[in-house]
């Protein structure tokens, strides 16, 4: 039990769905990151909420589209998305102190695989 | 910039091997935190341990060991008596004032084999 929830576990979608990743925390942090983690590549800040309120998007292209409806729950909503979107993705949730981390927890994360 | 380098991309020991990782960071902040996590096969990213930039007391935590050395920023990570379930990427991490997100190495890759 880590404390971060992330579904689905895999995916597989065409180019032209339309899916959505889940991640819900229950530790009461106040923040909740997406991370995309690609084979030989390292780990890359998609988007950062915090207190609900996008702080940072790391020039993420239009067809991934975050949602955090709330401090516990963050969404990534994909649409359109090509081969090399294909990667694991990890959620986070951390509790910020000012803009420190004091702590950070990931999900299992999605493994997508775009065909 | 990186500001956290992880220099060894791969490491392979036989098992009941001591294995050091090592971490060197860079940040102008005076207040900062440092993570250790373990990310096997599986995917999940297991936190390790925190330290913050005014604890500099070395930690052991059954065979595993934090060095953290402010003067030469390195915050480095021995595994003694290596098993094969130590088997999996490793990665350093840092949390600043300055941002929001924690800055990643690049992850070792540990391989023991029996």
């Known amino acids: 039990e880590t404390g971060v929830t992330q579904t689905p576990r895999h995916l597989v979608m065409g180019m032209t769905n339309k899916k959505s990743l889940k991640c819900e925390q229950h530790?009461?942090?106040?923040?909740m990151y997406w991370y995309k983690q690609s084979a030989k590549k390292p780990l890359e800040l998609m988007f950062v909420?915090?207190?609900?309120?996008?702080?940072e998007n790391n020039s993420v292209p239009s067809r991934f589209s975050p949602e955090c409806p709330n401090s516990s729950h963050l969404f990534l909503h994909l649409h359109t998305l090509q081969p090399e979107d294909s990667a694991l993705y990890l959620c986070a949730s951390s509790h910020l102190r000012g803009n420190l981390n004091t702590e950070a927890f990931f999900g299992q994360g999605t493994r997508l695989t775009v065909v | 910039a990186q500001k956290v380098t992880q220099a060894q991309t791969e490491i392979s020991v036989v098992e009941k091997e001591d294995v050091t990782l090592d971490c060197v960071y860079e940040?102008?902040?005076?207040?900062?935190?440092l993570f250790w996590y373990k990310q096997p096969p599986s995917g999940e990213l297991v936190f390790l341990i925190r330290r913050n930039s005014f604890d500099e007391q070395n930690e052991i935590s059954g065979r595993y060991s934090w060095n953290f050395q402010k003067s030469t920023s390195s915050f480095n990570f021995t595994i003694t008596a290596s098993q094969v379930v130590d088997s999996a990427v490793y990665f350093c991490a840092l949390s600043e004032n300055s941002g929001y997100a924690l800055n990643f190495g690049k992850g070792t890759s540990l391989l023991v084999t029996p």
């Open positions: 940040t102008r902040d005076t207040t900062y935190y």
């Open positions: 909420y915090n207190f609900k309120e996008q702080t």
């Open positions: 530790l009461g942090h106040n923040a």
